[in-house]
């Protein structure tokens, strides 16, 4: 099992770009989570999804949008990048029958 | 709201000895859960330790264990023994199931480093 993968690692965005990060894991877990870690901090939620077609708010939501058309996947769109979304992105997903949430690697994100 | 106070911002330890980092939480949820998560420089998350808020015994895995004290909101984490290699950031976390989404609220970590 590969668990739960993103992609890019790393990417530079100019203020005003867009961009697509992606999120896939392979254990059909319907619970998905995309966190954002700011330098020095720890993790906030921006959304979540409780099963596919199903999708809400975190605390952080702005400037950011997402959608859960496959139990796999989880997409977090950016559409007008802003120094302020400077950070690291993590994916993470879980089942009803488990407590632990299972981590992807991260994108590390620079707006410039 | 549910609220998670890590108060150490970095810690020192020799190593072979334990430390223990500290956690304190706040919720008006009777059922929870308590996690513990280690960062290494590499970035990922790795999980280390749960602990469910009705459990009686407090949650041991390896050299980690945790010290739940319920009547303290405190979910304490005690690392045995420790190794060069638990130098790391440390991150405590409450599962949020609000509106049933079963998110995760974290600390703001502690920076822990081990010296020879």
């Known amino acids: 099992n590969a668990g739960v993968t993103q992609t890019p690692k790393f990417r530079i965005l100019k203020i005003g770009q867009s961009m697509t990060l992606q999120c896939t894991q392979d254990?059909?877990?319907?619970?998905m989570y995309w966190y954002r870690q700011d330098p020095g901090m720890g993790l906030k939620l921006i959304y979540y999804?409780?099963?596919?077609?199903?999708?809400d708010k975190g605390e952080v939501p702005n400037g950011y949008n997402v959608s859960r058309s496959t139990t796999e996947d989880f997409p977090l769109r950016l559409e007008l990048a802003a120094p302020s979304q400077t950070s690291v992105y993590f994916c993470?997903?879980?089942?009803?029958?488990?407590?632990?949430?299972?981590f992807g690697p991260g994108t590390r994100l620079l707006v410039l | 709201a549910q609220k998670i106070t890590q108060t150490q911002p970095g810690m020192f330890v020799q190593e072979k000895e334990a430390v223990t980092l500290d956690c304190t939480y706040d919720?008006?949820?009777?059922?929870?859960?308590l996690f513990w998560y280690k960062q290494p420089s590499s970035g990922e998350m790795i999980f280390l330790i749960y602990?469910?808020?009705?459990?009686?015994q407090n949650a041991t895995e390896g050299r980690y264990s945790l010290n739940f004290q319920k009547a303290r909101k405190s979910a304490n984490l005690v690392i045995s023994a420790s190794q060069l290699g638990d130098s790391a950031m440390y991150f405590c976390?409450?599962?949020?199931?609000?509106?049933?989404?079963?998110?995760?609220?974290f600390g703001s970590g502690t920076r822990l480093q081990v010296q020879p």
């Open positions: 993470a997903s879980t089942r009803d029958s488990q407590e632990t949430q299972y």
């Open positions: 254990m059909n877990h319907n619970y």
């Open positions: 999804s409780v099963g596919a077609g199903i999708t």
């Open positions: 919720t008006s949820d009777q059922s929870y859960g």
């Open positions: 602990q469910g808020s009705y459990d009686e």
């Open positions: 976390a409450m599962r949020d199931d609000f509106e049933g989404r079963r998110a995760l609220t």
